[in-house]
């Protein structure tokens, strides 16, 4: 189960990253459209100069203190779900080994009722631990939705603020940038931002 948490978790974050950044690559790009539109009607030597820049995702994702967060929270129901099914295995064990121990002085239909009980339990067990699986997947899906939004939500009003017609992401896991220049990269103060509003949003909560 938490492997399955820490390779969902990866596999999320950077699909948020890039679709972050896809959909203020799309309003970028919607931007753009309509400035060539009026570059066919009229050629205007003070035209708007395009800026491209760069979000390193890695970086994002070790330095965005709301992602470190969710991690941490999801990754304490991980463990919480893991001790509970521990115990209950144990405890599960331990009636078979008394059952082993019993079967010899018991009578037939006692063993076949013991056995059909234990057999009902491990079924059990068996959906306790798909369904922890389960609702562990939806809690990370919801969460790193909110994480999506947050991202989105910031990069639609930083890109419109510092005039950006195109924001690109950089992984060492997917790079689909080869090479940039570190004066287009804009990571750090992406990060700062973000981590500021998710700060004020925590103190607001708590009053």
Do not use: W
């Not at 690109?168 to 973000?194: G, M």
Request: net charge neutral; hydrophobic share 30%; proline share 1%.
């Amino acid at each position: 189960m938490n492997k399955l948490f820490k390779t969902l978790s990866q596999a999320a974050f950077g699909l948020i990253v890039v679709a972050s950044i896809a959909s203020c690559n799309q309003n970028a790009n919607t931007a753009a459209n309509k400035t060539n539109d009026s570059s066919n009607t009229s050629t205007s030597p003070s035209a708007k100069e395009e800026k491209i820049v760069y979000i390193n995702s890695d970086s994002l994702s070790e330095k965005y203190e709301y992602f470190k967060d969710i991690r941490a929270n999801l990754e304490a129901k991980v463990k919480k779900a893991q001790n509970d099914l521990q115990s209950k295995g144990q405890a599960f064990q331990r009636e078979v080994a008394e059952y082993q121990q019993k079967a010899p002085s018991m009578s037939a239909s006692e063993r076949q009722a013991t056995e059909e009980k234990l057999a009902r339990k491990q079924d059990e067990l068996g959906r306790l631990d798909q369904n922890a699986s389960a609702s562990l997947a939806q809690d990370e899906a919801t969460e790193f939705n909110n994480v999506y939004n947050s991202i989105t939500e910031y990069l639609k009003k930083h890109a419109e603020e510092k005039g950006y017609t195109l924001v690109l992401t950089y992984s060492k896991s997917n790079p689909t940038v080869l090479y940039a220049d570190s004066k287009l990269e804009i990571t750090n103060e992406v990060i700062e931002s973000l981590n500021k509003e998710y700060k004020d949003k925590k103190a607001k909560e708590k009053k």
